[in-house]
Every structure is written in C-alpha cells, then in structure tokens.
C-alpha cells in the first residue's frame, strides 16, 4: 500500500538527525566577554538557594504544577483515548500519525507568532492564556463526540505550546536573577514537572479504570482551569514586574 511505511525507518532517521545535530552544536563558536564571563561565575551554591525562598517562586511552581504538569498526565494517554474512536485501533494509529504530524507543521508556524502575542499581551497573560487554551482542550476532549471532534482538541496543542514557552522564558527573564533562567527552567520548569507528573499519573490511571476517560478528562480540564484562575492574582503582572527587568533581580526579597 501507498502509506504502509517501515517503522523502523523512524529510528534511523532520528538517529541520523541527531548525529547531524551533534556535529552543528559542535561547530558553533560562541565568544564570551570578560563581562559576561564573570557575570556567569558570580552565581553562587547560596544565591540558588535563596531562590527558594521567595514567594514569586512558589507562585509559578504552584502554576507549573496545577497546570502544566496536570497538561502532561492528560497528554500522556491521550493517544490510547484517540485510536479507541475509531473503527479499528489501526485505522486510530494511523489518522493519529497523520494528525500529528500537521500538528507539527502548526507548531513550527505557531513559534513565529508566539513572540509577537507574547510581547503583546505579556509574559503573565501569555502564561493564562496557554493555561485556558490547556483547559479548552482537556475539557472539550471530555465533551466531544467523534473523532473529527477530538482531532479538532488535539490541534489545539499547537496553539498553546508555542505561547506556553515564549512566556515562560520571557516571564523568568522579567522576574528573576536572568543569570538564574537555567536553574529556573530546569528545576522550575522540567524538574517540577517530572516529579508532578510522576505523582499524579497513579491517581489519572485509577481515575481511568474507575470511571472512564471522558469523565477523567472533565475533572482534570477543571483542575487546570481552577489554577488557572488561581495564578490570574498571584503571578507578577507586566507593570509589577517593568522595574525588575534588566536590573539584578531582588534575589534576597524572601518571604
């Protein structure tokens, strides 16, 4: 058949993607100033740890973790949920594949208009927009009857991603230590995430067998938009957080 492709055929392309990855990471030169260097050299063991102390911090974690953590366990079963609409788990798999490989080219188009909504509407709404558009789709996939309706929720993902990290990025770079945005990206970003999603996924697979998909769905769509909410008050707004940008950040502000 036209489409029967060899699977097999993923592996070695990725592979060959990631050699050709490694070589340009590994050609590209980046000069560092004296300045930049010793800003870079500056952070010390004690200046991560205050990070924990400060209230703003735990604020966005209560964000990541209510949200975008709820996000991923909903995301994680997703494709076992779609391919069970279909008439056979093949033809699913199949239309799946398809489906997400135009949610892709979404993506990749939806990361050039990120910025400029970003910019527009700010870090912090850019953060609540993501967290409604993450809600719209979990809820609407409880709600939805049909395939061509879980496909429309599914594409949805191509929107809210992109704007999701542009204002994470651009929401750290306004409200901490700039020197710091790995550490926050990695710890209260990835980090925080993991654990979450490592945490609730026993809870979301016995909400599965317990009472079905669509009914799991609704209660977590719900969750993500009560945070949602929650971090329209506690998250810094744009003219809070204006005088913050470019300076070296109130690292020592503790609660």
């Known amino acids: 058949q036209l489409f029967n492709i060899n699977p097999n055929i993923n592996f070695w392309v990725a592979s060959i993607s990631a050699i050709i990855l490694v070589v340009i990471i590994l050609s590209v030169k980046i000069e560092v100033t004296n300045f930049e260097l010793e800003k870079a050299e500056s952070i010390k063991v004690k200046d991560v740890g205050q990070l924990f102390l400060l209230k703003k911090f735990w604020f966005l974690m209560m964000y990541v973790i209510g949200v975008t953590c709820v996000y991923s366990v909903y995301d994680q ?141 609704l209660i977590l769509g719900i969750m993500v938009l009560c945070f949602t909410i929650i971090s329209m008050f506690t998250l810094l707004s744009s003219n809070k957080s204006k005088g913050l940008e470019g300076n070296t950040p109130d690292i020592k502000q503790v609660i």
Do not use: C, W
């Open 77 to 217: 079963q997703f494709p076992i949920y779609y391919t069970s609409l279909f008439a056979t788990e093949a033809t699913g798999n199949q239309v799946f594949g398809y489906l997400s490989s135009f949610q892709v080219f979404l993506e990749a188009g939806m990361m050039f208009i990120a910025p400029f909504i970003v910019n527009k509407i700010g870090a912090k709404n850019g953060l609540l927009l993501a967290g409604l558009l993450m809600a719209l789709r979990i809820i609407g996939s409880g709600l939805v009857v049909g395939p061509v309706g879980i496909s429309s929720m599914k594409l949805i993902h191509a929107l809210e991603l992109p704007i999701m990290l542009i204002a994470i990025f651009k929401y750290f770079a306004a409200n901490f230590d700039t020197r710091l945005s790995s550490v926050l990206y990695l710890v209260g970003f990835q980090a925080a995430s993991q654990i979450g999603a490592s945490l609730l996924s026993p809870l979301a697979g016995k909400l599965y067998d317990m009472i079905g998909f669509r009914h799991t769905y």
